[in-house]
């Protein structure tokens, strides 16, 4: 047993209608139309913003662009600091999505192995220890917290992963993962690297408690929450150092509506007219007019969104009524495949759907998001 006790909200507060409200999210049977070829890249899309916008918190100017521009050159190794340690954050979150998709329990080897994946090959922003706790003590940088004596931080740690495994009710999730993020980040055990690992946790504890389904139809960047007004997450994050019940619950309601908003925001994805009508016909159309398609390829990318699983068939039209239209549609196809815009069906032998999320079309779908208010900061920034 941990010595921690999560503090009781009152009946008719906000934060206990957000628990409600939230609940009823999670229980909720998600019937979306959305294709699965397209909400899975939609998925590696908010993947991508999750690890930005952790990494935004901390001071890194990447603009969204950049990151985009990284991806399609394939810059996920030889890039500069900024572009790695998003690209860190990244791997560290598909570890824990795998990782805990075979059953694996949130413990004190899970949270070192997302310490030495956050902080590797960095320097500014890496760490004299990856996957250890710190053996000395820190300071926190514009903050009036000491966090307490390396001697401590193992215990303290021990006792803060016992909590975290406890069970609970299952309303009380989310209060959990609050109070679990504030937690961390106030004992501070790593010498850097704190706040990316503090937010991973908490996307854990979020995957765990089945508010981000790795498989299914739910998906979510609760980082946005924090980075659209970093200012007003460390200062409620500071509000909740004085360890008063009625602080860490202002703190609980600010992440949990935070959440709310973004889930209900995110939901709308799951409309296949709204998600290809507004978000990738839209991505399409610039990137013909870019040159990036050109107009074969612009209506064969189209056909695919229409139709969501092609074949030869489907676009031999496209390529007259000759005895070497076949073969003409295949060697397109096999160029957009190496391209990176369709993809072969994992199930369905030499069906193929649309791909987007490491091609050109990743700006066009960048920028309808942020149309569409999805992103927590502009795409140009």
């Not at 961390?184 to 408690?209: E, K, S």
């Not at 008063?244 to 509506?257: N, P």
């Not at 390829?297 to 076949?326: C, W, Y």
Request: glycine fraction near 4%; proline fraction near 4%; include cysteine.
């Amino acid at each position: 047993m941990s010595t921690y006790n999560l503090p009781s909200p009152d009946f008719n507060s906000r934060l206990t209608e957000l628990i409600f409200e939230l609940e009823h999210l999670r229980e909720k049977t998600l019937k979306g139309t959305t294709p699965k070829w397209l909400f899975f890249d939609l998925k590696s899309v908010m993947q991508l913003l999750e690890s930005m916008t952790s990494a935004r918190i901390e001071g890194n100017r990447t603009t969204i662009m950049g990151v985009v521009d990284a991806v399609i050159e394939n810059r996920t190794e030889n890039s500069d600091e900024q572009i790695l340690e998003i690209f860190n954050i990244q791997k560290a979150i598909s570890f824990i999505e795998g990782y805990l998709a075979q059953n694996g329990k949130i413990d004190k080897k899970f949270i070192l192995e997302l310490h030495k994946l956050t902080v590797a090959d960095l320097e500014r922003e890496g760490s004299r220890e990856p996957g250890q706790f710190r053996s000395t003590d820190v300071r926190i940088s514009s903050s009036e917290h000491q966090p307490p004596t390396h001697v401590l931080v193992n215990s303290m740690m021990d006792d803060l992963i016992s909590f975290i495994n406890e069970e609970n009710k299952p309303q009380f999730d989310l209060l959990k993962m609050a109070y679990v993020h504030h937690r961390f980040a106030w004992i501070h055990p790593f010498d850097n690297g704190n706040g990316r690992v503090t937010r991973l946790v908490a996307y854990a504890l979020l995957v765990q408690q089945k508010f981000i389904d790795t498989d299914g139809f739910r998906i979510l960047n609760p980082t946005a929450i924090f980075c659209s007004d970093r200012n007003k997450y460390y200062e409620m994050l500071a509000c909740a150092d004085s360890g008063d019940d009625k602080d860490l619950l202002s703190w609980s309601e600010y992440v949990l509506e935070g959440i709310k908003t973004e889930i209900e925001k995110i939901d709308r994805l799951l409309d296949a007219e709204f998600a290809k009508k507004e978000i990738i016909l839209p991505s399409l159309e610039l990137a013909r007019s870019k040159e990036w398609l050109n107009d074969t390829e612009f209506r064969i990318m189209k056909i695919a969104m229409e139709r969501d699983v092609i074949q030869a068939n489907d676009i031999l039209p496209l390529f007259g009524n000759t005895h070497s239209s076949r073969t003409k549609a295949s060697r397109v196809i096999n160029k957009m495949k190496e391209q990176g815009y369709l993809m072969a069906h994992p199930k369905m032998p030499r069906r193929y759907v649309l791909k987007f999320s490491n091609n050109y079309l990743l700006r066009g779908v960048m920028i309808q998001l942020d149309k569409h208010g999805f992103l927590p900061i502009n795409a140009s920034e």
